[in-house]
């Protein structure tokens, strides 16, 4: 059974379109709208990559976005109340398991966006002509599946529609809704979403990525599950640019109650990664996670202190590091995107950790993620404390994105 039909089956589709009509008033009252165009999908600068994060928002989409985010808090707290108590139902009735629905709660933003604009389309469909393709292009862009993602579906959904003779709503949306999902399925195939250790001596973890991302607060989350599972963790404050953020990290360190080796401030991060390294294999640790800075003088800069990194790493331990994550914060949407195209073409990424997906409706930002940048995400954020950090399992999450998306029904 693939994976649409899985989905399909969970969520009982055939048979409970009445109950799920009864359940859910509420869905067509959110008009939320984030416009991504495809053609401005804008290129960070190397000035960009060095400014904090915050700065980091770019032309036309900063101010789109913007201006509708207004709309977004206002519809919000309309709709909140209801659909809270609707999923908390939902929840006891069903064997989902703990994650499952710290993810569907951690996804709520996102699935009500994905939500309403599903609910405007099929709402706005007549019939399947050039419009129609028009229309869910632009609103596939908008949910933030990629541009170029929105473009190929689009055009291979010409033909199945076609194919399928699909006239009614119900039937268009089901081999939209099923194309997408096939679509993710298949570009995850071979994904290795696996986190790799070594079979002797210390497994060294680098974690790369813009200013404020959460690599410090991924490390923080991460060391604290592995030190649970019985293993020995370090920590390396390679992050030595930025005050405070070596202190950030012992603030952690003390929380989890694991050794964390840092050096004076603005020392050179490269000698602290030797340093961790060094205590890693004296003290038998088993794992070292290396937090680095996110700016530096210079984009280039920056990219070549991460190989200096990497080589130091692997001239005390050859097959290190093991792994290479790269955060990404998931409500900076597109920009992530370029952000990890710039990683990816200067360093070896083994992956992604998609962070801050708790509150924001930019959740479908992972769906680029595979089909563009074939970068596994490994781990997702879902708030600030340490129990928030979920490993990723691609099929849990189309299941909470698409699940609902296939009871909405015409006349909802
Ligand atoms: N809501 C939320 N906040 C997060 C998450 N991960 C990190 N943060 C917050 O993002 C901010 C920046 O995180 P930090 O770890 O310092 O980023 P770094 O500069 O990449 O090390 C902090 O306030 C974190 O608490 C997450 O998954 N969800
Ligand atoms: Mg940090």
Redesign the pocket.
């Known amino acids: 059974m693939g994976l649409f039909d899985s989905i399909r089956k969970a969520f009982s589709v055939d048979d409970a379109i009445e109950t799920a009509r009864n359940q859910r008033q509420n869905h067509a009252s959110i008009t939320v709208e984030t416009l991504y165009p495809a053609q401005t999908v804008p290129t960070v600068q190397s000035e960009e990559i060095d400014k904090p994060q915050n700065d980091i928002t770019v032309g036309v989409e900063a101010e789109i976005s913007h201006t509708y985010s207004e709309t977004e808090t206002e519809t919000e707290t309309e709709t909140e109340t209801e659909t809270e108590t609707e999923t908390e139902t939902e929840t006891e009735t069903e064997t989902e398991t703990e994650s499952q629905s710290q993810l569907d709660s951690g996804l709520d933003e996102t699935k009500k966006s994905w939500a309403s604009r599903w609910q405007h389309f099929i709402a706005n469909f007549r019939s399947v002509d050039e419009d129609f393709f028009d229309d869910l292009e632009e609103t596939l862009i908008k949910a933030d599946v990629g541009a170029a993602t929105a473009l190929q579906l689009t055009d291979e959904l010409r033909d199945e529609v076609k194919l399928q003779n699909a006239k009614s709503k119900q039937a268009v949306s089901e081999v939209i809704l099923e194309k997408l999902v096939n679509h993710y399925e298949a570009q995850g195939i071979n994904e290795d979403t696996a986190m790799h250790f070594a079979q002797n001596g210390p497994t060294v973890i680098l974690f790369v990525?813009v200013?404020?991302?959460?690599?410090?607060?991924?490390i923080g989350k991460l060391a604290a599950r592995y030190k649970g599972e019985g293993k020995k963790v370090l920590l390396a404050a390679g992050?030595t640019f930025r005050a405070g953020?070596t202190q950030?990290l012992q603030v952690w360190g003390e929380r989890d109650g694991v050794e964390v080796v840092a050096g004076a401030p603005n020392s050179d991060p490269a000698s602290v990664v030797y340093d961790g390294v060094r205590a890693a294999i004296d003290q038998q640790a088993d794992i070292l996670f290396v937090?680095t800075a996110?700016r530096l003088q210079n984009n280039v800069n920056l990219m070549q202190e991460l190989e200096k990194m990497k080589r130091i790493i692997s001239r005390e331990l050859p097959e290190q590091p093991a792994e290479v994550l790269l955060?990404l914060d998931a409500t900076t949407g597109q920009n992530a995107l370029q952000q990890a195209k710039l990683f990816k073409d200067s360093t070896d990424v083994t992956g992604i950790v998609l962070?801050?997906?708790?509150?924001t409706a930019k959740g479908g930002i992972i769906l680029p993620i595979r089909n563009e940048l074939h970068l596994p995400v490994k781990w997702i954020?879902?708030?600030?404390q340490v129990n928030?950090l979920q490993p990723f399992v691609a099929n849990d999450f189309a299941k909470s994105l698409f699940g609902q998306l296939l009871e909405i029904r015409d006349g909802d």
């Open positions: 990525g200013n404020g991302v959460g690599k410090t607060t991924t992050d953020a950030q937090d996110g955060v962070t801050k997906l708790d509150g954020g879902l708030g600030e928030d």
